[in-house]
């Protein structure tokens, strides 16, 4: 079993920048692939970023490669997601998913999930 806790959500202008976290604890976390999702009131939840268990690969959905990045500290069992240039409509709760190897876009392959953070972005 792979706990995760998210933090780091809140209340943004259009523009600024949050850091999140999701700090894992149980199992070997340095062996699993991460993710970050979102879901916004009333729409799926999509795929944000993931990272590979060494932190040699990431991946982006397409919408927001240069805006946000994803990182981890293996020492420190956690895995950040970097958000700038915060717009209105990455008002999300935010997720993250442990994998097993698996870092990529399907919300299915993805074992353990937290219960996520709220981030609000206003205009």
């Known amino acids: 079993q792979v706990q995760l806790v998210e933090s780091g959500g809140g209340l943004v202008q259009a523009g600024g920048s949050l850091r999140l976290s999701c700090a894992a604890s149980?199992?070997?976390?340095?062996?699993?692939?991460m993710g970050w999702f979102r879901q916004a009131p009333g729409k799926e939840r999509e795929f944000v970023a993931g990272i590979s268990w060494r932190a040699g690969s990431t991946v982006y959905a397409d919408s927001l490669k240069g805006r946000f990045t994803i990182s981890r500290d293996n020492a420190k069992n956690t895995v950040y997601l970097q958000m700038n240039s915060l717009k209105p409509e990455d008002t999300a709760l935010y997720y993250c998913?442990?994998?097993?190897?698996?870092?990529?876009?399907?919300?299915?392959?993805?074992?353990?999930w937290g219960r996520g953070t709220q981030v609000t972005v206003s205009s």
């Open positions: 149980g199992r070997i976390f340095n062996s699993y692939g």
């Open positions: 998913a442990a994998g097993g190897s698996y870092y990529g876009s399907r919300s299915s392959e993805y074992e353990y």
